[in-house]
């Protein structure tokens, strides 16, 4: 099997330009967040047990996940959100797991995971993570910018993952992300050079 590596940062840091250079490149991309999205879409997956566990009013008219009203609901009660997590999370570890595995041309298989080392379940299974990083003010224009989220909402998110020293502390390997894009892309270039050639 090719091996895979494991990408995540916190919100703004750029994991998801960093996963489009990497694949660019020609590295595969697992990524949990278009998992996720799949399994709440129309006939997804999830969409049974969302129903079961919430009742009918969390399922838009199409047939997906109503997102504005789960994220209201989950924002202000603890045990849904925890309710919800139990429904995909094991659902998105299996699907990133059988993608990551599947025969593929690539030298390697990225896995995007937002919250890979606040989960518990990807590092055993990887052999490596990359963290993408910047300082946290950098995050915080970057994603107020992107999402139009007002500051105070990106640093209550920020509160919920894992400190950036944490983070840097646990990481492999770490590309730093406070430059331009062409900065970017050089570290990049460098990484995926390394990891082709193992
Ligand atoms: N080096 C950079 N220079 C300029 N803009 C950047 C850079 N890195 C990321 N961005 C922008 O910042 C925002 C957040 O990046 P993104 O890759 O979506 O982060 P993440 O996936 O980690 O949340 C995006 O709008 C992206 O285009
Ligand atoms: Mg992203």
Not at 34 to 41: M, P, Q, V
Not at 65 to 84: E, G, H, I, T, Y
Not at 89 to 96: G, T, V, Y
Request: with cysteine.
């Amino acid at each position: 099997m090719k091996p895979c590596y494991g990408l995540t940062g916190g919100i703004g840091s750029g994991k998801s330009t960093v996963a489009r250079l990497f694949e660019t490149l020609g590295a595969r991309i697992v990524d949990t967040d278009e998992i996720s999205h799949r399994l709440t879409a129309a006939n997804g997956l999830a969409i049974p047990a969302i129903r079961e566990t919430f009742g009918d009013r969390y399922i838009a008219d199409d047939g997906a996940l109503d997102r504005p009203r789960m994220r209201a609901q989950v924002f202000s009660n603890p045990v849904a959100k925890q309710q919800l997590q139990a429904i995909l999370h094991p659902l998105i570890l299996e699907q990133a797991k059988s993608a990551a595995v599947a025969p593929s041309d690539a030298p390697y298989t990225l896995v995007v995971v937002p919250l890979l080392f606040e989960s518990g379940r990807y590092r055993d299974w990887l052999s490596g993570v990359i963290v993408v990083d910047c300082p946290e003010a950098q995050q915080i224009a970057r994603t107020v910018q992107r999402s139009g989220l007002d500051e105070a909402t990106v640093r209550a998110i920020m509160a919920q993952q894992m400190d950036r020293a944490d983070r840097l502390q646990m990481a492999d390997e770490i590309i730093t992300n406070t430059g331009s894009l062409e900065q970017l892309q050089r570290q990049v270039s460098e990484l995926h050079e390394r990891l082709s050639a193992r």
